[in-house]
C-alpha cells in the first residue's frame, strides 16, 4: 500500500495498492521533489473515467513502470471531483499548450508546482502517433537532466501566459433583450434540427442551455425557443443516453443520434436534466391538461428522480458522485457498457415469446448498435401502437434480468455542489408531481451538508465519504449550488431555516469569493490554498458555473430578502453574461438562465394561509411553484410567521388564504383565486 491508503477519494482509494510511490497533493510533495531534484508527475482523473481505468492498468499497475517512476520522479495522484481547483488550473495550462483536453490529465511539473510538459492518455506502447506512456517519461527525464535551464523557462512562460489570461469585462452593465436575442440567435445556428441538441459527436446534454431556452419562451413567448428545449429532450430521451429500463442519463453520447452513451452516470448531469424535465412539463402542461410531450417530460422527470433516490442515495442520506462505466461482462473482464447492452439472443432468453416484440420497441438489431452485436435500448420512432401492458411487463423482466448482472461500480463520494443541484432538483420535481418522498430525500441530502460539511463558521467542506468529512475546502460551485439547493428547498418546504443557511453561505460567497474592487468571482477563497493560479472560469462545463450559480443565487436571495447588497452583487456577476452570452451562449447557460430572471424581476410571491396543510393554502402553494415566471422566489407561511421577510404585513384576504406577487418594487393586489395567481404568474 502507498500513501494513498488513507484517502476517502474512491479514486485515489482505487490507487491505494499500485506500485508507484503515490502522494496525494499536498505541500509536503514539492518539498520531496525538492529535496530530491527530482520532477513532479500529475496524474488528474476520477472514479469513473474509463480512460483513467484503462492507463492504471497498463501503467500504474505495472512493476517495471513503477520503478521507473518511483526512481526518477515524485508521483502524485488528484481526485479532480475533490481538488476541481488543482484540476482547473493544469487543465487551463494543458488546453492552452495542446488545443484540447480531457481525463486522465497527465502533467510534469517542477517543484515548485510550475509546468512543463502535458498530456492526456498514454498508452504502454506507442501508437495512432502517440509515444508510449514509457517514451514520454524517458524524454521528461532527459529534458530535466541536460536541459534544466530550459525547461524552467519553459515553466516560467507558462505561469506567466496564464497569469495574463484574467478576465476582463464591463461590471456595471447587464445582460438586456440585446444580448439575449443576440444568445438565442447564436444557439439557432448551433443547433442540429435533425437530431436535437448542439454541435457534432460527442454530444452532450445541454442542461443549462435548456433551462435558458424554457426561461426566454416563458418571458418572451419565442415559440423557437420552447421547440428547440422540447426536441432536444424528446430525442434524447428516446436515445441510448437514456436508460429506458433503470432511468437516468449516461454523461454523454460518442455520436451524434444520442444513441451510444459514454455510460457513467453522473449526479449533476441526472440532477440537472431531472430538473430540466420537470420545468419542461411545467412549461408544456397547462393547467394540468397533458400532451405526448409533456407527459415524456412529466415521466422522465420522475424517472431520473426515482433513479437518484434508489441507486445514488447513501446510507447517510446524501448522493453519490457516479456509477462507472465498467463493469464485468460475465467473464471477470470489465467492459464499458456491459450492464446495459442487449444482443437478440439476450432478449430471447429472458422474454421468449416476447423477444421479437421488444427488439421492435427498443430497436435492437442483430448487426447492434454498439459493440459486438449488442444494442444500446432506444425508443426509435416508428408506426403502430404497442399494448402498454405488455411494455410495462417486458421492461419489468429485462430490468430484473439486469439486475442479476455484475453492477457497476459506485463513487461513494459525496460531493458538496452537486448534492445541492440534486436538493434542488428533487424538491420541485416532489412538488410538482404530488411526491413528498422527493421531498423528503431532498431534506435528507440538505440535513447531511448541515451536519457534515458546514463547520461553526458555515465554511463549506468539498467532500465526504461515509459520513466522515473529506479534508479539502469547498470551492465556489459548492457554495453556490449547496445555496441554490437551499433556496429550492425553502420555496418547496415552506421553512425559512433554509434561506437562512443560504444566507450564511453566500455571505462567504460576497467576503471571500468576490473580488471587492471589480466584482468578478474566483473559483477558490481568498485564504485558499495559493496555486500557481487563482483559478476563475465563468463559464459552463458539465454544470453550471460557480460565478454564474452564485450569480443565480445572490439573485434569488435578494429578491427574498430585499438586500440591496447581494442584488448588487448579483447584477456585478452579470457583466460576465453581457460579454459572452452573445459570442458563447452554447457555454454560459446557465448565466443566460439567470438574466432572465433579472429581467423579469425575478418576481417574489408571498402565499399566506391558516397553515400549509391548509387545503386552500397548498392549492395557492402548488400554483405558485407551478408558475413560469423566470427565477420567481415563493415563500409560503402563516400571516405571523418570521421565517420569511416576504410574509411579513401579509394578512389573509377576507379570512381566506392569499397570494401576494411583487416585482421591481410594486406589488398587484392580492388574490385568493387559484386561476388568477396562476395567470400572473405564467407570463405569456
Given amino acids: 500500500m502507498n500513501r494513498l491508503a488513507h484517502e476517502t477519494s474512491p479514486y485515489l482509494l482505487q490507487h491505494a495498492d499500485n506500485p508507484v510511490d503515490w502522494w496525494p497533493w499536498s505541500a509536503e510533495v514539492f518539498e520531496a521533489a525538492r529535496k530530491a531534484n527530482k520532477p513532479v508527475l500529475l496524474s488528474v482523473g476520477y472514479s469513473s473515467c474509463h480512460w483513467c481505468h484503462v492507463m492504471a492498468h497498463e501503467s500504474f499497475e505495472d512493476q517495471a513502470t513503477a520503478d521507473y517512476l518511483n526512481e526518477h520522479f515524485v508521483s502524485v495522484k488528484v481526485d479532480r471531483e475533490e481538488r476541481p481547483d488543482v484540476d482547473a488550473v493544469y487543465m487551463e495550462a494543458v488546453q492552452a499548450a495542446t488545443g484540447q483536453g480531457g481525463w486522465p490529465m497527465t502533467v510534469f511539473l517542477t517543484p515548485d508546482a510550475e509546468p512543463f510538459y502535458f498530456g492526456t492518455y498514454f498508452p504502454p506502447a506507442p501508437r495512432h502517433g502517440m509515444p ?21 523557462e ?16 464591463q461590471t456595471d452593465r447587464v445582460p438586456g433583450e440585446q444580448e439575449l436575442a443576440q444568445a438565442l440567435l447564436g444557439l439557432t445556428r448551433e443547433y442540429d434540427p435533425q437530431r436535437g441538441g448542439f454541435g457534432g459527436a460527442p454530444k452532450f ?12 419562451h416563458a418571458r418572451t413567448g419565442a415559440e423557437g425557443a420552447l421547440q428547440m428545449a422540447q ?32 455510460f457513467e452516470k453522473m449526479l449533476y448531469d441526472n440532477a440537472l436534466l431531472c430538473r430540466v424535465y420537470a420545468h419542461l412539463w411545467r412549461a408544456t402542461a397547462r393547467g394540468g391538461a397533458a400532451d405526448g410531450r409533456s407527459d415524456l417530460a412529466r415521466r422522465v422527470a420522475l424517472e431520473t428522480a426515482d433513479f437518484l433516490v434508489r441507486e445514488l442515495r447513501t446510507t447517510e442520506g446524501g448522493f453519490a458522485s457516479a456509477l462507472d462505466a465498467d463493469s464485468d461482462d460475465g467473464t471477470g473482464k470489465h467492459v464499458e457498457g456491459a450492464y446495459y447492452a442487449w444482443t437478440p439472443e439476450q432478449l430471447r432468453e429472458t422474454l421468449q415469446g416476447d423477444a421479437d416484440l421488444a427488439a421492435q420497441y427498443f430497436g435492437v438489431t442483430e448487426e447492434g ?21 405488455l411494455i410495462a411487463s417486458v421492461k419489468d423482466r429485462l430490468l430484473e434480468k439486469r439486475a442479476q448482472r455484475p453492477a457497476p461500480g459506485r463513487d461513494d463520494k459525496v460531493v458538496a455542489a452537486w448534492n445541492g443541484l440534486a436538493i434542488a432538483a428533487l424538491a420541485e420535481t416532489g412538488a410538482y408531481f404530488g411526491r413528498p418522498d422527493l421531498v423528503e ?7 447531511l451538508l448541515v451536519r457534515v460539511h458546514l463547520d461553526d463558521h458555515a465554511r463549506l467542506a468539498r467532500t465526504s465519504k461515509d459520513g466522515r468529512v473529506g479534508p479539502n475546502a469547498g470551492v465556489l460551485e459548492d457554495y453556490a449550488d449547496v445555496a441554490e439547493g437551499f433556496l429550492a428547498l425553502a420555496s418547496v418546504t415552506g421553512e425559512g431555516v433554509w434561506l437562512d443557511f443560504a444566507g450564511l453561505l453566500l455571505d462567504h460567497v460576497l467576503s471571500r469569493f468576490t473580488d471587492p474592487g471589480s466584482g468578478a468571482l474566483y473559483d477558490t477563497a481568498s485564504d485558499a490554498e495559493q496555486l500557481i493560479r487563482r483559478p476563475q472560469d465563468p463559464t459552463d462545463n458539465a454544470t453550471p458555473s460557480g460565478w454564474t450559480a452564485a450569480a443565480g443565487a445572490l439573485l434569488s436571495y435578494a429578491a427574498h430578502t430585499g438586500s440591496a447588497r447581494h442584488r ?50 397548498s392549492v395557492l402553494h402548488r400554483t405558485a411553484l407551478l408558475g413560469n415566471a423566470p427565477g420567481a422566489v415563493v415563500a409560503a407561511g402563516t400571516p405571523d410567521s ?38 400572473a404568474l405564467n407570463t405569456r
Fill in 132 to 152: 508510449s506512456f514509457r517514451q514520454v517519461l524517458e524524454g521528461v527525464r532527459q529534458a530535466w537532466d541536460e536541459r534544466r535551464d530550459e525547461v524552467g
Fill in 154 to 169: 519553459v515553466a516560467g512562460k507558462i505561469v506567466r501566459d496564464l497569469a495574463q489570461r484574467e478576465i476582463s469585462y
Fill in 205 to 216: 446534454p445541454p442542461s443549462m442551455v435548456l433551462e435558458f431556452l424554457l426561461r426566454h
Fill in 231 to 262: 426536441d432536444t429532450c424528446e430525442r434524447m430521451a428516446r436515445g441510448g443516453i437514456y436508460d429506458q429500463l433503470g432511468g437516468g442519463f449516461a454523461r454523454y453520447s460518442v455520436d451524434r443520434d444520442w444513441v451510444v452513451p459514454h
Fill in 369 to 389: 448498435t454498439f459493440e459486438h452485436g449488442q444494442s444500446v435500448l432506444q425508443l426509435p420512432q416508428q408506426e403502430g401502437v404497442f399494448d402498454a401492458e
Fill in 441 to 447: 430525500a431532498a431534506v435528507g441530502a440538505a440535513d
Fill in 568 to 617: 448588487a452583487a448579483a447584477e456585478r456577476a452579470l457583466g460576465v453574461v453581457k460579454a459572452l452570452g452573445p459570442r458563447v451562449p452554447r457555454f454560459i447557460g446557465w448565466g443566460l438562465a439567470v438574466a432572465e430572471a433579472l429581467l423579469d424581476g425575478p418576481r417574489e410571491v408571498a402565499i399566506v394561509g391558516p397553515s400549509l396543510a391548509d387545503e386552500r393554502t
Fill in 642 to 679: 418570521d421565517e420569511f421577510p416576504l410574509l411579513a404585513d401579509r394578512p389573509l384576504v377576507g379570512g381566506e388564504p392569499a397570494a401576494y406577487i411583487c416585482r421591481n418594487f410594486t406589488c398587484d393586489v392580492p388574490t385568493t383565486d387559484p386561476e388568477r395567481l396562476g395567470e
